[in-house]
């Protein structure tokens, strides 16, 4: 709301634009990357090189927090998921074996 009542001035942006003259240094490790996804786009690298970028394109994905947060509540649902179905099924053959424990017990014929 507070920008509707603003004044347009663009003289003075024009001002701010032509002092500013700090451009940031280009960035040498960029160039690596970036010629490897061309050489992969294009068909010409090896099947090792197109693996190896997709591992590092991996690597960039999983380095930041929200990634590595929401793999770790994964890995830890699937664990509790598994650890669930184990239990249930020991809990089953447990209780298996103690009914035919039970049973040979009052069967009276094997006495």
């Known amino acids: 709301?507070?920008?509707?009542?603003?004044?347009?001035?663009?003289?003075?942006?024009?001002?701010?634009?032509?002092?500013?003259?700090?451009?940031?240094?280009p960035d040498g490790r960029l160039a690596g990357p970036v010629w490897e996804r061309i050489e992969v786009a294009r068909?010409?690298?090896s099947w090792f090189d197109s693996l190896l970028m997709r591992l590092r394109e991996l690597d960039v994905r999983f380095?930041?927090?929200?990634?590595?947060?929401?793999?770790?509540?994964?890995?830890?649902?699937?664990?509790m998921g598994f650890a669930v179905l184990?239990?249930?099924?020991n809990a089953t053959r447990i209780d298996a074996e103690m009914s035919a424990r039970?049973?040979?017990m009052l069967d009276v014929s094997r006495r």
């Open 43 to 45: 068909g010409r690298a």
């Open 86 to 89: 184990h239990t249930r099924y």
């Open 1 to 25: 709301m507070f920008l509707f009542f603003m004044k347009h001035d663009p003289d003075n942006l024009n001002h701010f634009l032509h002092e500013w003259n700090d451009m940031p240094a």
């Open 63 to 79: 380095a930041r927090p929200q990634a590595f947060a929401a793999v770790l509540a994964l890995s830890l649902l699937v664990g």
């Open 102 to 104: 039970y049973l040979s």
